[in-house]
T-cell receptor, first 117, second 112 residues
């Protein structure tokens, strides 16, 4: 089973709203990722959690706040977003490949299509 | 940092013919090269990957070749079918780095 699930599938929010995106995997992976993908562009890395600790933040604005409650769950909290933040938000997971052990293969979820009005 | 170039950006192929997508990377330390297929409204799905200790890998109609000296790798799809129509992304990384650098994508259209 290589499934990563994401909820909701679609989200429309105003600039003053607070919402959260959720991601779940049950593959025992210890690395989880948030990506942002604009139309006709490749995914753009936002955050990486490794063993439930934030290991990479690609200088993402503070209106995006990630959270990893446990090894299977990843959240992305959204607050005071701008219309240009409208995009497909993808979650991915992989076995943690520290020290060359394991694999870096990243498995992606179906994404949440976010529209900011 | 790593930079990955991907060509062509669009490709139309007659059903049954072969399709080839090429990528070049800049960082000679990169040693992991996955290919993803993304259908409309879906997340990217891994279709094949290759590590730098291997020159070629094949899985049914899909194959990937890697030339470490030239720093380029290619995806080959034979006997194309309409369901192969999608956007394909190549990527490169250093194992253990956790960061994938993606190419810009190729929109493949299979003409029935």
């Amino acid at each position: 089973d290589t499934e990563v699930t994401q909820t909701p599938k679609h989200l429309v929010m105003g600039m003053t709203n607070k919402k959260s995106l959720k991601c779940e995997q049950h593959m025992g992976h210890r690395a989880m990722y948030w990506y942002k993908q604009k139309a006709k562009k490749p995914p753009e890395l936002m955050f990486v959690y490794s063993y439930e600790k934030l290991s990479i933040n690609e200088s993402v604005p503070s209106r995006f706040s990630p959270e990893c409650p446990n090894s299977s769950l990843l959240n992305l909290h959204l607050h005071a977003l701008q219309p240009e933040d409208s995009a497909l938000y993808l979650c991915a997971s992989s076995q943690e490949a520290r020290l060359g052990v394991g694999t870096d293969t990243q498995y992606f979820g179906p994404g949440t299509r976010l529209t900011v009005l | 940092g790593e930079n990955v170039e991907q060509h062509p950006s669009t490709l139309s192929v007659q059903e049954g013919d072969s399709a080839v997508i090429k990528c070049t990377y800049s960082d000679s330390a990169s040693n992991y090269f996955p290919w993803y297929k993304q259908e409309l409204g879906k997340g990217p799905q891994l279709i094949i990957d290759i590590r730098s200790n291997v020159g070629e890998k094949k899985d049914q109609r899909i194959a990937v070749t890697l030339n470490k000296t030239a720093k380029h790798f290619s995806l080959h799809i034979t006997e194309t079918q309409p369901e192969d129509s999608a956007v394909y992304f190549c990527a490169a990384s250093l194992l253990g780095n956790e960061k994938l650098t993606f190419g810009t994508g190729t929109r493949l259209t299979i003409i029935p």
